[in-house]
């Protein structure tokens, strides 16, 4: 079985950024260079006025499987994977059950077999039922194919716990993914706590209450030595704290989601549910530093948080409303939107889509290095598109990015050499 | 003349005109009030639902008198928030009153924004009588109504809200219509109510009452939510009332002809001294009556003023 993916801009960050061929030989890379020979009824894709791209690794998606199929399953999240781009993507824990043990484990590994899309490769929760008390077996989510552990929604509010995960942690060399929250700052909350939500008297949740547990977690990170991984990044203290570890050492890495360097808590006015998420929309300072944080590298890593919900779910009073927006179908657009700004160059966008995830949790994923799985994307750096909810592969349409012009669209994405998209 | 939109939502969006026209028209409205026989045949054949999520006696009654000095057939649908939280979404309590072909919609909900919610999605005319901490700008109406009343202009008149501005729909709808219509806006309370970046809603903030008092020409005390002591706001009851009660020797820091406004009820000997609340400078109960002659006035104007 052989693909060649002929007349391409290959950009693989760091190995390789102009026109090449790629020779793909039984679900692996054989061979990237210029003019490079088809071999005898290969497949030839024309790749020409494209971009050829290592398939992007989101690092939080939510794919509601088991418990939430009404949201999303692992088939229709991989379909909405492949659609964006995305080749591999790691599911967050919070299912029902959580996934806290071996058997959780496989059945989402099973399911994402048969979908047969996308890599999925799942987060097993820190704790027990993600319930912030007991360690969860980090041994047995390892061997069953956990690639970091996580209770993200549910913060882990004792420092004690945080503390025993990371040391505990390190001996499966596991990252220990944290959403930083102070659920006693944050409580009753549902957007950014500041000028528009004292207009609107909505509850707010101050930056504070990340900016508390980012400052816990390194110091524990410092402490334990420990691999820890921040979960969307938000405000500009949580940037400010990071960038200082880095610079002492600490082992720590970041990632930020587009509507964090892209919206405003401007966009939750008229009480849009779909601007309703967990970091929320914060203050234009906080977006300006995030942005400043991608720059520097303070941020390895866009990430999506896919998190869909049901259309009634979402039409309802805002207080009421979940927490989250869909991201997967909309992330290569909106990512490339700090490339026209200017913030990052198109090689750092796609670095921050494919290397800097896959090392962040140790995958062997996101290069077009030769013998890699073959897990490429190519897209049309010039096709203008309108977002559509209607259009999306994935069973949520929660977005606020509704009738946003975008310009770069995925036209075709491959998983281990077959093409699963279109 | 009518207000040229369907809802009344809120007072943030209302211009300066819009305002003064329910002013206006709510004063040949008061004079019905008056009447031996206080109905007019306005708002015959229409129907007015009340629809309450919260407790509320005096707003619901007032809407009520409002609509049925107009002739409009009134519903009162009261709803506990528990009911709802257990089943029937908002949405689909309100497709089945739009199913029953109401014309107007009163609603009072303890979530900001569920009227912004019902009035994208039903054609009847929705008006906010008051959704969490967001607007009760009917209530910011009739105070208007009432100031002007006593205090004949708005301009440089020096105006201090007294008490939980960080959870009040009142003291919103008053911040936006005051400070639109040329008054001197102050608010007071402990550090703990008072919302991030108040003061770029155009008011100046002080925590102390006598110093915040001095000079002014109208209090307007909020309620205490007595729910929120404890750690949440403020240490106990008795600190609070001590250091935010508007007593009588208080009510001397202001100017002379002093006004005392309160959305009600009140708590008596909390926020406000029995003395004050019953004393000249009180308007409280002018308030209640304006209060039907302004909600007649936009059930009216949002009925298209035929």
Same mark, same amino acid.
């Given at each position: ?21 790629v020779l793909i030989e039984n679900g692996t890379i054989a061979a990237v260079g210029s003019g490079l020979k088809a071999p005898a009824g290969a497949t030839v894709i024309d790749a020409t006025g494209k971009w050829v791209l290592p398939g992007f690794v989101d690092l939080h998606v939510h794919f509601r499987e088991p418990g939430f199929e009404y949201k999303e399953t692992i088939a229709t999240g991989a379909a909405a ?38 890599? &999925? ?82 509850h707010g949740i101050p930056s504070a209450s990340e900016d508390v547990m980012v400052a816990r977690n390194l110091a524990l990170a410092e402490l334990t030595g420990g691999r820890l991984h921040l979960a969307h990044l938000s405000t500009a203290g949580s940037v400010r704290m990071v960038r200082e570890a880095k610079a002492r050492g600490i082992r720590v890495t970041a990632e930020a989601c587009p509507h964090h360097f ?123 598109? &309108? &977002? ?35 | ?11 943030? $969006?209302?211009? +300066? ?16 009030? @008056? ?8 708002? %015959? ?23 049925? %000095?107009?002739?409009?057939? +009134? ?56 959704? @969490?901490g967001h607007e009760h700008p009917t209530q910011a109406l009739l105070d208007l109504y009432t100031l002007r009343e006593k205090k004949r202009e708005f301009k440089g008149l020096r105006l201090a809200i007294v008490g939980d501005i960080a959870h009040s729909r009142v003291a919103r709808s008053n911040i936006y219509a005051l400070t639109k219509m040329g008054a001197e806006v102050r608010v007071i309370g402990p550090p ?17 009452? $006598?110093? @915040? ?9 909020? %309620? ?79 009925? @298209?003023?035929?």
């Amino acid at each position: 079985m052989s693909v060649i993916i002929k007349n391409g801009r290959v950009i693989d960050p760091g190995r390789i950024n102009g026109l090449a061929d790629v020779l793909i030989e039984n679900g692996t890379i054989a061979a990237v260079g210029s003019g490079l020979k088809a071999p005898a009824g290969a497949t030839v894709i024309d790749a020409t006025g494209k971009w050829v791209l290592p398939g992007f690794v989101d690092l939080h998606v939510h794919f509601r499987e088991p418990g939430f199929e009404y949201k999303e399953t692992i088939a229709t999240g991989a379909a909405a994977a492949v659609a964006g781009g995305f080749t591999s993507v790691c599911c967050m824990p919070n299912t029902q059950p959580v996934n806290d043990n071996q058997s959780v484990t496989e059945f989402i590994l099973d399911k994402a077999k048969a979908a047969g899309l996308a890599n &999925v490769f799942p987060i097993g929760a820190i704790t027990k039922g993600s319930e912030g008390k007991e360690l969860a077996e980090f041994g047995d989510l390892r061997a069953a194919g956990c690639v970091a552990v996580s209770d993200d929604g549910k913060p882990v509010m004792n420092g004690m716990v945080m503390r025993r995960a990371l040391e505990y942690a390190r001996a499966f060399d596991l990252p220990v993914v944290d959403h930083c929250e102070c659920t006693h700052l944050s409580e009753g909350g549902c957007m950014h706590e500041g000028q528009v939500a004292t207009e609107m008297g909505l509850h707010g949740i101050p930056s504070a209450s990340e900016d508390v547990m980012v400052a816990r977690n390194l110091a524990l990170a410092e402490l334990t030595g420990g691999r820890l991984h921040l979960a969307h990044l938000s405000t500009a203290g949580s940037v400010r704290m990071v960038r200082e570890a880095k610079a002492r050492g600490i082992r720590v890495t970041a990632e930020a989601c587009p509507h964090h360097f892209l919206l405003t808590e401007e966009a939750v006015r008229e009480f849009n549910t779909n601007a309703k998420m967990n970091p929320p929309l914060r203050s234009r300072k906080d977006v300006e530093a995030v942005k400043a944080g991608l720059k520097d590298g303070t941020i390895d890593v866009i990430a999506t948080d896919h998190a869909p919900h049901a259309a009634f779910e979402k039409e309802r009073e805002f207080d009421y409303a979940p927490f989250g927006i869909v991201g997967l179908e909309t992330a290569w657009g909106l990512a490339l939107v700090l490339a026209e700004e200017g913030v990052l160059t198109v090689e750092q966008v796609v670095s921050a889509l494919t290397i800097q995830p896959a090392r962040a949790f140790g995958l062997a994923k996101g290069t077009l290095a030769v013998g890699a799985d073959a897990d490429v994307t190519i897209v049309d750096p010039e096709a203008q598109w &309108v &977002v559509d909810p209607e259009q999306f592969k994935s069973k949520g349409r929660n977005t606020p990015f509704a009738g946003w012009k975008l310009k770069g669209r995925v036209v075709s994405t491959l998983v281990g050499g077959r093409v699963v998209y279109p | 003349m009518s207000l040229k939109r369907k809802d009344l939502l809120g007072i943030q $969006d209302l211009s +300066v005109e819009e305002i003064n026209l329910v002013l206006a028209t709510a004063e040949s409205f008061k004079e019905v009030s @008056g009447r031996d026989i206080k109905k007019v045949p306005t708002l %015959r054949g229409k129907t007015v639902v009340n629809l309450f999520f919260e407790p509320s006696t005096r707003t619901r009654t007032s809407f009520e008198l409002a609509a049925k %000095r107009l002739s409009a057939d +009134v519903i009162n649908f009261a709803v506990s928030a528990s009911s709802v939280s257990k089943g029937e979404t908002l949405l689909d309590t309100a497709r089945n009153i739009e199913a029953m072909q109401a014309d107007f919609i009163v609603l009072r909900h303890p979530m900001a924004g569920s009227p912004n919610i019902l009035a994208k999605l039903l054609r009847a005319s929705v008006v906010n009588a008051g959704d @969490g901490g967001h607007e009760h700008p009917t209530q910011a109406l009739l105070d208007l109504y009432t100031l002007r009343e006593k205090k004949r202009e708005f301009k440089g008149l020096r105006l201090a809200i007294v008490g939980d501005i960080a959870h009040s729909r009142v003291a919103r709808s008053n911040i936006y219509a005051l400070t639109k219509m040329g008054a001197e806006v102050r608010v007071i309370g402990p550090p703990t109510m008072m919302p991030l970046e108040v003061e770029r809603l155009g008011v100046k903030v002080f925590y102390d009452l $006598d110093e @915040g008092l001095r000079g002014v020409d109208v209090i307007m005390m909020l %309620r205490l939510q007595l729910e929120r002591q404890g750690i949440a706001l403020f240490p106990s009851i008795r600190e609070y009332s001590k250091l935010y009660c508007l007593t009588p020797e208080r009510v001397k820091l202001a100017a002379p002809d002093a006004l005392v406004m309160h959305p009600g009820p009140i708590n008596r000997g909390v926020e406000i001294a029995p003395e004050v609340a019953d004393s000249v400078s009180s308007v409280i109960l002018d308030q209640v009556t304006n209060g039907v002659a302004v909600r007649m006035a936009v059930l009216y104007l949002l009925s @298209g003023g035929k």
